[in-house]
């Protein structure tokens, strides 16, 4: 088990978007359990050569999503909640939803015409192995 996080500056991705990621890719594979302790902002700032801001913009994030809970003066933890992993996907399916519409809108795509290949899209992933 690691607490070690790589970031890349030349990514495309902002800094603040790899640390949720890679933090929410160790809470899903069970790397980090619930009450696993987080580093402290300034640690990882520190150990990442990141601003103190895009930790802390990172961890909010995590935090909203119900992945985190800080304890004033303790840290932050995994959150103990068995639906985490619900939770965290819901929150990466909503934004993604967000994200088509605002497509469809600059496509001017009809809501029939969204639905019709969003249900395409579904048969085709219900046809993989």
């Not at 790899?18 to 520190?46: C, F, N």
């Not at 935090?63 to 909640?81: L, Y």
């Not at 985490?84 to 993604?96: C, G, I, K």
Request: glycine share 4%.
């Amino acid at each position: 088990m690691t607490d070690l996080l790589v970031l890349s500056n030349p990514s495309p991705t902002p800094m603040y978007a790899q640390i949720v990621e890679q933090v929410l890719a160790k809470v899903m594979a069970g790397e980090w359990p619930p009450g696993h302790p987080l580093p402290s902002i300034r640690e990882l700032a520190a150990r990442s050569r990141v601003s103190v801001i895009t930790i802390k913009r990172a961890y909010l994030e995590l935090e909203r999503a119900g992945v985190i809970v800080t304890q004033q003066g303790k840290g932050s933890f995994v959150a103990d909640r068995p639906d985490a992993s619900r939770a965290v996907l819901m929150e990466e399916f909503r934004t993604q939803l967000t994200t088509l519409a605002a497509t469809a809108r600059t496509l001017r795509l009809d809501t029939d015409e969204v639905l019709r290949r969003v249900e395409a899209a579904l048969s085709e992933s219900d046809e993989d192995p």
